[in-house]
């Protein structure tokens, strides 16, 4: 199970960060992502970090955006600098396990206006 939290209201060039916290069974080799969707889009890819600290950025948020992760208190983070009125959206994490199955977190809303 995931649960995401840390959304918000914030201005722009401003910053948030983004946790997402797994219960269950869990391991170190479960990549963890992020994602958004806004209203009538689809679901657009964000980020994700595997086993080794190894990262991957969608384009549109490289350089502003880091995703990192607790494996201790299996969690993951996105801290997100530099908002922009377009990464408004309702932001979800998932976990892909080494078989390939995946969970969805429940999803956590960012506003980004002034």
């Known amino acids: 199970q995931l649960q995401a939290s840390g959304g918000g209201l914030v201005q722009p060039g401003g910053s948030l960060r983004l946790s997402c916290a797994a219960s269950g069974t869990t391991s170190r080799t479960d990549v963890m992502a992020w994602y958004r969707q806004t209203p009538g889009k689809q679901r657009e890819y964000v980020a994700s970090i595997r086993i080794g600290s190894i990262t991957d950025y969608a384009d549109a948020v490289k350089g502003r955006f880091t995703i990192s992760r607790d494996n201790i208190m299996n969690t993951a983070y996105l801290q997100m600098n530099s908002l922009k009125p377009e990464d408004t959206a309702v932001y979800y994490c998932?976990?892909?396990?080494?078989?390939?199955?995946?969970?969805w977190g429940q999803g956590t809303q960012v506003t980004v206006s002034s």
């Open positions: 998932k976990t892909t396990r080494r078989s390939g199955i995946y969970y």
